[in-house]
């Protein structure tokens, strides 16, 4: 598994591809309710990350759901 390089805002980063065993990581994360920031410090990857990867898998939560809460429906 090799690091590659990719510009972002005129800045050169690394791009570290993902494991099977982290994307699997992501997956059980995401579904036990963890936000982006919370499964990106423990999986040490930027939030954009995150997003990237769990927007490609199609993991997405209900906004719905959320917009109201319980007592006012």
């Known amino acids: ?5 990719y510009m972002r805002c005129g800045i050169w980063q690394w791009r570290r591809p993902w494991s099977n065993i982290e994307t699997g990581r ?3 994360l995401w579904e036990a309710g963890e936000t982006d920031e919370q499964i990106g410090k423990r999986l040490r990857r930027s939030v954009f990350s995150i997003q990237r990867k769990r927007l490609t898998l199609g993991l997405r939560r209900n906004a719905g759901a959320q ?3 319980p007592e006012r429906l």
Not at 1 to 5: A, E, I, V
């Open 1 to 5: 598994m090799t690091d590659q390089m």
């Open 26 to 28: 992501l997956q059980l």
């Open 67 to 69: 917009a109201w809460p």
